[in-house]
């Protein structure tokens, strides 16, 4: 049986490394507009918003936190709220009453552990209620501007047609790209490939045609070109 051509497999550290650069460099310049969404003004606001975007939109998320942000302004204030208040203010982010466990039993260990204050070690934010990695970074990135690749699911599924990567667990996702990027451009990298996403490499149906990335890309190469002629 003919082996399938692979134009990226014999690609040497120092290829990819360049080819992710270069991959960068386009992403920055084809959406200059990339960053947080989640609106606030504060590590805490972030944090809340970042917790309340799991499965959920940014827009939707960004609809009820106003009005929640002017009701709880400390980890006090959420630590000690009613619940089911709580619940009933971020209900239309969906997973109401998880995020509202997580919210509170963040707030608390802030409250009890860290004066109050949300913390920037990655070990100490990881260690809350409802804050993986992906949430960690992204809170670090957007409020104190700390380094660092935030891995949902549009970087995963980004960085593996890329070619960046072969793994699927994000932690080990995120320290491929790590290894590939000048630490200074991961945070805005991530934000990238988010909108790229979001706007271009759809799940279901990526834009190749239309993407300034295909030449670049190892999904392309070797699956979507070979799906047309299929
Ligand atoms: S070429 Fe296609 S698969 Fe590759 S990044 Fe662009 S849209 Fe996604």
Redesign the pocket.
Known sequence: MARKKRPFAGETAAERVERASEIAKRLSEGHPDAGVALRHTSPLELMVSTILSAQCTDERVNSVTPELFKRFQAVRDYADADTGELEEMIRPTGFFRQKAKSIQGACSAIAQEHGGEVPREMDALTSLPGVGRKTANCIRGGAWGIPGITVDTHVKR?SR??GLTDHTDPVKIEYDLNELLPEEIWYEFSNAMIF?GRR??DARR???PN?M??DL?R??HEE?NDQKAG
């Open positions: 980004l047609r890329l790229h271009v490499c990526p834009d190749c993407c990335l295909s890309c999904f392309y979507y």
